[in-house]
């Protein structure tokens, strides 16, 4: 079902980028081809060659690539002239996605949140939540917890736990504590009875702070899936102590852990959450942070950004939520495909000793090494299936397929997965037998 790629047509001169492109790249390097086309769920070289996307753009692809549906919608606006670039100015597009939003997602979900257009990446929606969360409260400390991603600029990455990333910041990163994640330390540690305690401390030198960020599948940290009851008691303990819930929704949500929200139907309503990635369901960048009404403090343009009408996001966004999330069909699909996923991947894991991790559509296999989770999905990719690998050692292989994956693809790209593990656990008893 798969082909493998085979370079067919001329390979084309790549040195333009060891020339010129910063070393800051980095997917590229695992997978040094150059990428023309995309449809669904398929990445085309230029050479002939075809790729399953297990990454779909870190999640930003949850729709596939090029939905005809949402292809169609902004080929009519574009043609039809429709306002590409707005500042916060009210458009049709805009309007358009707010009603659509709110009809969809916010009604059906009984939440009441405003929603504030930020910047279109996913930092910008984090910084901004972080920074209402100061201004309303007065206070300056943030909780993280380890393993945590919350994005590259200063405010978002003070709150992110890696240390390779957080060193290129190049000042401290100040006013976060990173708290330890449920499970941190084993099962037996109930880590939400150690921030309550640190807290409810006059001497413990945890600071009372502004909000308490979390994501409740860390995406880049591992595929580590909190339990509904320690969020709903991060999400008391947040409440007692007079500080903000922020979800941080990014990668886990847009249907990617199963609902719209990645924290649907745990029991606790989020103050503020942020989104991007999936958002636009197109891949094109748009970002947002929701807040309760009676957070919605700030003073006109007080928090700014040229790109937050990315109007053609809009279209597309409008046109992924009345396509997918209008009745429940998606989401049953979505659970289905999780849950096959999940069979297949504790299979796998099985046959190792290995862990699986995540919920929904976002899980992966702890396979307990970064050098083994990469010889695996460099394989991988030279049997045509792009799959990265999260965590702080880089050691889990997360599968982060297009929701929309036909169920006999998934269990094709699973194969290539299955074998490729295998083949780097019989070379790994080969070298340890010599
Ligand atoms: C990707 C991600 C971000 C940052 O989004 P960018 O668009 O890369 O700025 C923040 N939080 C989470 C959970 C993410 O996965």
Same mark, same amino acid.
Not at 52 to 73: E, M, R, V, W
Not at 83 to 110: N, V
Not at 179 to 185: A, K, N
Not at 190 to 214: F, H, K, N, W, Y
């Given at each position: 079902?798969?082909?493998?790629? @085979? ?95 709110? @009809? ?13 257009? +930020? ?86 030198? $945890? ?8 994501? +409740?599948?860390?995406? @880049? ?57 999936? $958002? ?35 279209? +597309?966004? +409008? ?98 997965? @299955? ?16």
């Amino acid at each position: 079902m798969i082909t493998t790629p @085979e370079p067919s047509g001329a390979i084309p001169d790549r040195t333009i980028y060891e020339r010129r492109e910063s070393a800051v790249r980095s997917y590229s390097r695992s997978m040094p081809r150059q990428f023309g086309k995309a449809e669904g769920v398929w990445m085309h070289d230029g050479q002939g060659g075809r790729y399953l996307d297990f990454l779909s753009g870190c999640s930003t692809l949850n729709y596939g690539h090029n939905h005809p549906i949402l292809k169609q919608a902004l080929l009519d606006y574009i043609a039809a002239d429709g306002i590409a670039h707005g500042l916060d100015l009210h458009t049709d597009a805009k309007q358009d996605f707010l009603a659509t939003f709110e @009809e969809l997602i916010l009604k059906p979900r009984g939440l009441d949140h405003r929603v504030m257009f +930020t910047g279109p990446t996913g930092t910008n929606a984090v910084e901004a939540a972080i920074k209402l969360a100061r201004k309303v409260t007065g206070r300056e400390m943030v909780i993280a917890f380890t393993n945590g991603f919350h994005g590259m600029t200063l405010g978002a990455l003070a709150c992110t736990g890696n240390a390779a990333k957080r060193g290129g910041a190049g000042v401290p990163l100040s006013h976060v504590a990173h708290e330890p994640y449920d499970g941190y330390y084993g099962a037996d540690v109930d880590t939400a009875d150690l921030l309550e305690q640190r807290l409810a401390d006059p001497s413990s030198g $945890l600071d009372a702070p502004a909000a308490i960020l979390v994501e +409740t599948v860390q995406g @880049e940290g591992g595929l580590n899936a909190a339990s509904p009851e320690w969020l709903r008691r991060i999400a008391d303990i947040a409440k007692a102590h007079g500080a903000l819930l922020i979800v941080d929704d990014i990668q886990a949500g847009c249907g990617r852990t199963g609902g719209f929200f990645s924290f649907e139907d745990m029991g606790f309503t989020p103050d503020i959450v942020t989104l991007a990635k999936s $958002l636009s369901g197109m891949g094109l960048p748009f970002a947002l942070t929701l807040l309760r009404p009676e957070l919605d403090q700030w003073s006109p343009g007080e928090h700014n950004g040229t790109f937050r009408g990315n109007n053609h996001a809009f279209v +597309t966004a +409008t046109a992924a939520l009345k396509h997918f999330w209008s009745g429940g069909d998606f989401q049953r699909d979505v659970k289905r495909r999780g849950d096959l996923l999940e069979t297949r991947l504790a299979r796998i894991a099985a046959d190792h000793g290995f862990e699986v991790r995540g919920r929904g559509m976002m899980r992966g296999v702890n396979v307990g090494s970064g050098e083994l989770a990469a010889t695996v999905t460099a394989a991988c990719f030279d049997a045509g299936l792009i799959i990265e690998t999260s965590g702080a050692y880089d050691e889990v292989i997360k599968v982060l397929a297009p929701l929309v994956i036909d169920d006999a693809v998934l269990g094709a790209g699973l194969d290539i997965l @299955e074998t490729k593990i295998r083949d780097a656990m019989a070379a790994d008893y080969a070298v340890a037998a010599e």
